[in-house]
Nanobody, 115 residues
Framework: QVQLVESGGGLVQAGGSLRLSCAAS????????MGWYRQAPGKQRELVAN???????NYAGSVKGRFTISRDNAKNTVFLQMNSLKPEDTAVYYC?????????WGQGTQVTVSS
């Protein structure tokens, strides 16, 4: 079955960095657009960044210049490098795999940024 397993979340001070990883199994990883979404308490889930099959990237305005998404097709893994973290980045971060009508989600990893 399809599994997306996130790791790398945690507690960090403002200005710090974290690197999230999402390991995928059960899908042909290279054909999927991979993305990171986040959901803060009381807010809707929002796109943070995604990366296409050929490496094209797209970022939310609030993270542009601070976050970097990348993928390793050989390891079926997508990464999110988060630098200069702010308290408003606090949320549960979810990995997403999208292809045609197929949409898969990970279980989420908590990122908490203290001020």
């Amino acid at each position: 079955q399809v599994q997306l397993v996130e790791s790398g979340g945690g507690l960090v001070q403002a200005g710090g960095s974290l690197r999230l990883s999402c390991a995928a199994s059960g899908i042909t990883f290279s054909i999927y657009v991979m993305g990171w979404y986040r959901q803060a308490p009381g807010k809707q889930r929002e796109l943070v960044a995604n990366i296409g099959t050929r490496g094209s990237t797209n970022y939310a305005g609030s993270v542009k210049g601070r976050f970097t998404i990348s993928r390793d097709n050989a390891k079926n893994t997508v990464f999110l490098q988060m630098n200069s973290l702010k308290p408003e980045d606090t949320a549960v971060y979810y990995c997403n795999a999208h292809y045609a009508s197929y949409d898969y989600w990970g279980q989420g990893t908590q990122v908490t940024v203290s001020s």
